[in-house]
């Protein structure tokens, strides 16, 4: 298992305590530690994962999602069409659920290339400023 796997397995196994221990809740925190010995917070950044909050958030939906296919998995006497109904439905939010995410970081990613962008620019301009040659009177030469 990777490491980011094994982080939002650890932030599942941290909801489900929230849910069912008692005096259990609160901010969670999930640390990685590497070979080096050193150490980050998971998730490392907005683009990489979701925040634990949203996860926790998930979780919660999906449980919920989750619940109808649980409840058919072995019910042999329910309708096909039914549980089938019920496996599509559960498929259809989780994918929202990924989609609306996606979509976050998407916009995410796209802001932080307008600002690439925009600093670059601005570089630009003052690299371009510095270059020009000045008179002696503090003024760019005509014709230049």
């Not at 005096?23 to 683009?47: A, H, R, V």
């Not at 925040?51 to 072995?74: M, T, W």
Request: glycine letters at 6%; proline letters at 3%.
């Amino acid at each position: 298992m990777k490491t980011d796997e094994a982080a939002h397995a650890a932030a599942y196994v941290l909801y489900c305590a929230k849910q069912w221990v008692p005096y259990c809740g609160g901010t969670s925190e999930i640390m990685i530690l590497d070979d080096d010995k050193g150490w980050s917070y998971f998730p490392p950044n907005q683009i990489e994962s979701i925040s634990l909050k949203d996860l926790e958030s998930d979780f919660g939906k999906f449980q919920l999602a989750l619940r109808d296919v649980i409840a058919g998995l072995g019910n042999f006497g329910l309708d096909r069409g039914v549980y089938d109904k019920s496996l599509k439905a559960f498929v259809d939010q989780v994918t929202k659920m990924r989609k609306r995410h996606s979509v976050k970081i998407e916009k995410l990613i796209q802001s932080e290339r307008e600002r690439q962008e925009e600093l670059l620019e601005d570089f630009l301009a003052e690299e371009s400023e510095k270059e020009k040659p000045e008179s002696a009177e503090g003024k760019t030469p005509q014709g230049l």
